[in-house]
């Protein structure tokens, strides 16, 4: 159990380009989730994926983000022409839905849109 | 609307003392609750979780208290130590309407453990 990994660390980019960013689960978990968490908030949900079938989507993912997760394991956010608003760290978690733990999270992508 | 409320944004306690950080949540289909700590720069751990069919669940020096009736929960940390300086997030989930596991978070309190 290597844990959920996510990369890259910290992302700077200039307003209106695009960014992606990867989510390793734990190996075997079905379920794989994103959060956002911006400053002196609590992480919010923005969508979930159960294998390769995205669940569902917060009202919070505008249509400039896009997740996938094409072979059921790892994962992609996309964020396009990124704006100020989005700064924010990024984080996944991942779950397996027959086992009683809780929901592990990675250590997130910090992104910073100037 | 926020369905999950920690008023107090930071706590500061002595070493040695107990520490409760308490929760107030809104929505009543919430019936999983779970306490994660989160350092700088690192992703939330999770620390405990209590189901709303209990009351109480207890983990070493850390203890959880659910009233339903009020719709509130605290985390008793006992005895304190300067490394339980964290971010504590409460959390809730709705387990039995559908086993999604979608967390609504607190907005956090900053814990820091004086030696």
């Known amino acids: 159990d290597t844990g959920v990994s996510q990369n890259p660390r910290h992302k700077i980019t200039k307003r209106g380009q695009n960014v992606t960013f990867r989510c390793d689960p734990i190996s075997e978990h079905n379920r794989l989730y994103w959060y956002r968490q911006t400053l002196g908030q609590g992480p919010e949900f923005l969508t979930y994926f159960q294998n390769e079938a995205q669940l569902e989507k917060s009202r919070l993912l505008s249509d400039r983000f896009s997740a996938e997760r094409p072979k059921g394991s790892f994962s992609t956010l996309e964020i396009q022409r990124t704006e100020q608003g989005d700064s924010a760290m990024y984080l996944c978690?991942?779950?397996?839905?027959?086992?009683?733990?809780?929901?592990?999270f990675g250590n997130g992508t910090r992104l910073t849109v100037t | 609307d926020q369905q999950v409320k920690q008023n107090s944004p930071s706590l500061s306690v002595q070493e040695g003392r107990i520490s409760i950080l308490n929760c107030d949540y809104t929505n009543s289909m919430f019936d999983y609750f779970l306490w994660y700590k989160k350092y700088p720069a690192e992703g939330p751990t999770f620390l405990i979780s209590?189901?709303?069919?209990?009351d109480k669940n207890e983990d070493g020096r850390f203890t959880v208290f659910l009233n339903k009736s009020a719709k509130h929960l605290s985390l008793h940390i006992v005895p304190s130590q300067p490394g339980d300086s964290a971010v504590y997030f409460c959390a809730a989930s709705a387990i039995s309407g559908g086993s999604n596991y979608k967390l609504t978070f607190g907005k956090g309190t900053l814990l820091t453990v004086n030696p």
């Open positions: 209590i189901s709303s069919i209990k």
């Open positions: 978690a991942s779950w397996e839905i027959r086992s009683n733990s809780p929901l592990h």
